[in-house]
């Protein structure tokens, strides 16, 4: 964090400290960020079972956590009338919009892993 993005984090206002607070606690759940990853890495949407596969962790920690962005208005769903059902998932704008700052989070990671983590 930059000394001027850290000098708006302090001079913001409670009720947008509050907001910047619930999102990073969102953000930090159990495979979120590979969930809204994998989703921002796909043109079209992704069915329940592959996302599931690729994230490789339980059904119920996925579909609590896509529950979660669809709360958030950040993940749209799709459900088709298909025996077994059959339900495929795509980000919204905003979450797509998440990606560039993802990508510089990573990226910062495995720059650094080695002598800050």
Known sequence: MSSEQFERMNCMSE???????DFLTLLSK?????IIYILSCEAK??????????????STTVSRRLRELEHYELVTRKVFPTVPTTV???????????KPSLEALFEWVLDNADSSI
């Open 30 to 34: 159990s495979k979120m960020l590979s």
């Open 15 to 21: 009720t947008d400290k509050s907001k910047v607070n």
């Open 88 to 98: 495929e998932y795509k980000l919204t704008e905003a979450a797509i919009s998440l």
């Open 45 to 58: 949407p992704i069915r329940f079972s592959e996302l599931k596969a690729r994230v490789d962790s339980s």
